[in-house]
Each structure stands twice: as C-alpha cells, then as structure tokens.
C-alpha cells in the first residue's frame, strides 16, 4: 500500500481509500519497564536544567544594566532559541517513555519538524553573530559600538530568523511531493528530516540534494565565518606582547569555541556523513547531544567563566531573596 504524502492536503490525516493514516509510532526511546523510570528522570531533570539555567541567563541580562551590549544581546537570544528548541522535543519525549507503542500526529510530526528545523538554523546564525562580536571586540575595538550598534545587532537576529523559516517551509514543501509506504515507524524520538525521508517509496534525490546544498549552506557558511574570524583574532592576539594580555584576550573566547565545537560536532555526524555510514543509533546518540546536552551545558558555559555573568546573577538573586524577604514581613 502507497500512502500520499501532502502537506498541503492533508493538515490532520492521510487518506489512501478507504483507510486514513493520521500517526506515526516513534521508536527512538523504547526501553524496558525497569529502565523506564530512570530514563524519564534523567530526561527530565536535564530538561528542567536546560529551562532554568537558559532563563536565568536571560533575567540576568535584562536586569544588569552592564550586560547590555551586543554579546550578551545575542547570548540572551541564544538561550531564548534553546529554551524553545529543547521545548520543540523534549515534552513529547518525555510522554512518550512510559507508552508501550509512542506515536505522533501526522499535523504534529509536521510542526515538531518545522520548528526543529528552523531553531536548529537559528542556532546556527546565533552562534556565527556571537563569533563576529568577538571578533570586532578584539581586532576593532575602538569601532565596536560603530560597527555592533543596535539597528544592526537587531539586523543580525531578525535576518536569521528570516532565512531560518524559508528553508523549513523549503524542506516540508518538497517532502510534501513524496509518497510514502505503510512503514510509519520512524526509528527516532522526534520527527526529523533524515529519518522521514527514508520512509519514501519515491525517489528522494531531490530531496536529499536540498539537505546536502541548503542544509549545507545553512550551516557551512556560518560555520566557515565562525573559523575565519577566530582566525584572524588569534593573528591579532598573537600580536599581543604581554602573556597576560593574551590569555585575558583568548579566555573571552573560549565559551563561545567550547558550544561550537559541542554544536557543529554533532550536527556533522547527523547530517553530513555518507548515506552509507548512516546508522539509526549513531543519530540518536548525535541529536541527544544537540537537542538535550549543548542547550543544558550552554548556560554553565557562558556563565562559569565569565565574572561579568556571574556578578548579574549573583545580584539577580540578591534582588530576588530581597523581594521574598519582604513579602514574608507581617
């Protein structure tokens, strides 16, 4: 049996005769009963993690009058995009551990997939414009406020954001054109681009041309400035004289290089390895790190070794104890 898959036709179900295909059983995290409860702990304290480390980051930015400037502009959008991308995922993930036969909409693999896409390639820019901050801090100083001021910091997140929504429409509108098999059981935890297109029974060349070019593009280019500005910052840090200054200069860098590598490591061996390596658990174990353990770690990242960081938070809290203290006064 063939089944159609529209996304333009078919908004809640698919329709082949007389039967309707409305779901799709997700086979990512089956586990036994035994483990069951571990798991589901473990996901869901590294969610709660992930969710108040990321909104502490934010509060903390928008409370200290010093942390309003570009970088901490674009790190306070970062952890919003985490924040939305491990909320893209994980909920269902977690609802999904104790059922015996975890399944998914056909409307709902759709979203899930397009707002997976699109906060995958903002995280992406993000960490690109994070990169160019850097690099005019260090090798332009004395033209920062210049060339980062806030018409152009703004540029830097809504341009994203725009790109980042025409390739997901991009990808959903070609894999509108495939036609699927019976087979609905997708061998992951969340509905994503690769493991839906090896449900086709059609030719997917175009498709997987658009992942290679596109999805390339979209994360090659950024990935390429991200390399060339570091590049440039260690010749102009290299200049440096003093040992101190160096390491003072480098150390501002080392959060931002530390989520790259974490990021781009996995992304690459989801996506851009050969068909022929391609293997179901080796995904899994990638889009774990990406979706679950980079958003979590980010905001230990960017905060324990930045004082600026740790000083707002330190006052956030301060001003938090504060106000409970004074609604505790009789």
Known sequence: MRLNFSLF???????????????????GLTVGSE?????????????????????????????????????????????????????????????DIPSQSPTISFAGCLTQMYFFM????????????MAYDR?????????????????RCALLVVTPWVISNLVSILHLSLLSLLTICDQRKI???????????????SDTQINDLTVLVVGGAVIFIPFTFIIVSYAIICCTVLGVTSAKGK???????????????LFYGSIVGVYFLPSSAYSAERDKVAAIIYTIV?????????????????????????????????????
Not at 9 to 27: A, C, V
Not at 118 to 129: I, K, S, Y
Not at 135 to 151: D, E, F, G, R
């Open 294 to 330: 980079t958003p979590m770690m980010n905001p230990f990242i960017y905060s324990l070794r930045n004082k600026d960081m740790k000083g707002a938070l330190r006052r956030l809290f301060s001003k938090k104890t504060f106000f409970w203290r004074w609604l505790a006064l009789p």
């Open 135 to 151: 690099y005019v801090a260090i090798c332009h100083p004395l033209h920062y406020a210049a060339l980062l001021n806030p018409k």
């Open 118 to 129: 699109l906060l995958v390639d903002l995280d992406n820019f993000l960490l690109a414009a």
């Open 35 to 95: 483990q069951q409860k571990l798991i589901f702990m473990l996901f869901l304290c590294m969610y709660l993690v992930t969710m108040v480390g990321n909104l502490l980051i934010i509060l903390a930015i928008i409370n200290d009058a010093h942390l309003h400037s570009p970088m901490y502009f674009f790190l306070a959008n970062l952890s919003f995009n985490d924040i939305c991308f491990t909320t893209t995922t994980i909920p269902k993930m977690l609802a």
């Open 9 to 27: 036709r078919h908004s809640r179900t698919m329709h082949q005769g007389n039967q309707s295909i409305s779901k799709f059983f997700l086979l």
């Open 187 to 201: 061998p992951h935890f969340f509905c994503d681009l690769e493991p839906i297109l090896r449900l086709a029974c």
């Open 247 to 261: 390491w003072r200069t480098f150390s501002t860098c080392g959060s931002h290089l530390s989520a790259v590598a």
